[in-house]
């Protein structure tokens, strides 16, 4: 019998979930409910934070967030080009400029130095992205936003677990932090989001304006500002309660799913694996990416690894490639060659907590098969 496939992803959901959605759907309050309130602090405790906002998506929380620390028309929002399309998008709904600036090339997050270098008296704020849930060098970038009188919005969508190395997790430094729980996620309702931030008039403004701009002593008769249909339902508010209260026995199978990588594929040359942990600064385990060899042949190492029933995906592409980002703004190959680079190479493996070593022992094979048949013989 030939061997299952290997899912890149696959949540975690059980008894909890199922009896949290039973009482849900029993309860008869399905949207702006007694949960919403529930999972909302719930997860502003997790992250440190004291507030936090439910939002129907990470994109639709990047979205309020940049509006709340108030960016429009015309501003520069400096951010990472090696990231989920939807951090600088949020800057487009806005009619502001996401400017890029190069990444670290170990931490593969936005680079302080070459960010200090983009700004200029239009730019309104910092997006830094945690990508694939290691801490962004904050301390650095919070002096240059002091520096600028710049606001900071940070792109935690897959940084959920992850702690800075000067103390705080992330979402808890006060910015206002947002993550995604869509089903690949350390923690997942479906589709959905959270802001976790730290200034009560930003948080009612949020609200307000995820809510169709209804105030919230209002009446749904007057909205006095504009707003957004981005509210998170009681049901997947249930299946967040629920998540959350198995959160650290989530985070801790993906820490050990990702040593077991760590040892498997030990020893393929130039294979660089995710950064492992340093100075104080700890991962929240997302995804497990991997960066080929230079001259690796993607497209057939991802092809190799299918024909074993193995999933794979090249993750992360740099932003500011992408067709609409070059056509919109004329960017070019060149301009962010970290990025490019890192962006050219990556690979997602398969990783979610349930992965077994036999799983990952498979990954690791098939990778191994893939990558030594490469050199075509001379
Ligand atoms: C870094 C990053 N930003 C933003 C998003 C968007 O989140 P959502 O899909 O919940 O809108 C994601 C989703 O994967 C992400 O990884």
Redesign the pocket.
């Known amino acids: 019998m030939p061997d299952r496939v290997i899912p890149l992803a696959r949540p975690v959901l059980g008894e909890p979930e199922e009896r949290a959605l039973v009482e849900v759907l029993r309860s008869g309050r399905l949207s702006l409910g007694p949960r919403l309130a529930d999972f909302e602090r719930g997860f502003a405790e997790r992250v440190g934070a004291p507030l936090a906002s439910a939002v ?7 979205h309020l967030a940049l509006r709340a620390v108030g960016v429009g028309d015309g501003d520069e929002v400096i951010t990472s080009p090696f ?5 600088a998008n ?1 800057a487009l709904y806005e009619r502001a400029r996401p400017v890029f600036a190069d990444i670290d090339p170990v931490t593969l997050n936005l680079d302080p130095a070459p960010a200090a270098a983009a700004a200029n008296v239009r730019t309104r704020a910092l997006l830094p ?3 694939f849930g290691y801490p962004a060098d904050m301390p650095a970038l919070e002096r240059l936003a002091a520096r600028h009188g710049l606001a900071i919005v940070e ?5 959920l677990g992850a702690v800075h190395a000067d103390g705080p997790a992330v979402g808890g430094r006060g910015h206002p932090a ?1 993550f ?3 089903a ?2 350390q923690l997942t309702t479906g ?3 959270m802001v976790a931030l730290e200034d009560p008039l930003m948080k009612l403004r949020i609200d307000s304006e995820g809510n169709q701009g209804r105030a919230p002593d209002m009446g749904w008769l007057d909205h006095d500002r504009l707003g957004f249909n981005y509210r998170l339902s009681d049901i997947a508010c249930a299946l967040g309660i629920a998540q959350l209260e198995r959160l650290e026995q989530l985070l801790a199978a993906r820490r050990e799913v990702a040593e077991l990588y760590r040892e498997a594929l030990a020893g393929i040359e130039e294979l660089a694996l995710p950064c492992p942990d340093a100075d104080g600064n700890r991962r929240g385990w ?1 995804v497990f990416v991997v960066q080929l060899p230079d001259g690796a042949d993607r497209d057939r190492v991802m092809g190799a690894l299918a024909a074993r029933g193995i999933q794979s995906k090249p993750y ?1 592409p740099a932003i500011h490639l992408m067709s609409f980002y070059r056509e919109r703004f004329g960017h070019r190959e060149g301009e962010f060659p970290v990025c490019e680079d890192v962006g050219a190479r990556s690979l997602a493996l398969p990783f979610f907590p349930q992965m077994s070593e036999r799983e990952v022992a498979r990954v690791a094979e098939g990778l191994r098969a893939a990558l030594h048949d490469r050199a075509p013989a001379r």
Do not use: I, P, Q, W
């Open positions: 129907s998506s990470g994109t639709a929380g990047l990231s989920f399309v939807a951090s949020a992205v945690h990508v792109d935690a969508c897959g940084a947002v995604g729980f869509y690949n996620k589709e959905g989001g997302f992360l």
